[in-house]
Nanobody, 124 residues
Framework: QVQLVESGGGLVQAGGSLRLSCAASGSIFSINGMGWYRQAPGKQRELVAG???????NYADSVKGRFTISRDNAKNTVYLQMNSLKPEDTADYYC??????????????????WGQGTQVTVSS
């Protein structure tokens, strides 16, 4: 089992920045990749960014150039640095982990573990 705990959400003005953190614990050796998803009210959960154990990165087109996913293996933590935030980035953000080597970044059913979510609100 893997436990994921997100932090770092909050309220920020458009153009501002936030950094989300996802701390993993438990059977972290089994993790082959992690992703950040978001879900806005009335919308489907969507991939924001993902990272594989080998270092490959993936971003949604809507956040390319503004968001950066990274990890600190010593701290078992994955980060999502969000810059130039827009009101349309407002959502609940979730951290997810996959233990399958062939997981697909944008297929949320491929992820085995999820955090509780952290809310991000961007005011205009």
């Amino acid at each position: 089992q893997v436990q994921l705990v997100e932090s770092g959400g909050g309220l920020v003005q458009a153009g501002g920045s936030l950094r989300l953190s996802c701390a993993a614990s438990g059977s972290i050796f089994s993790i082959n990749g992690m992703g950040w998803y978001r879900q806005a009210p009335g919308k489907q959960r969507e991939l924001v960014a993902g990272i594989r154990s080998g270092g490959n990165l993936n971003y949604a087109d809507s956040v390319k150039g503004r968001f950066t996913i990274s990890r600190d293996n010593a701290k078992n933590t994955v980060y999502l640095q969000m810059n130039s935030l827009k009101p349309e980035d407002t959502a609940d953000y979730y951290c997810a982990a996959a233990d399958h080597v062939t997981f697909r970044y944008a297929e949320y059913n491929d992820y085995n573990y999820w955090g509780q979510g952290t809310q991000v609100t961007v005011s205009s």
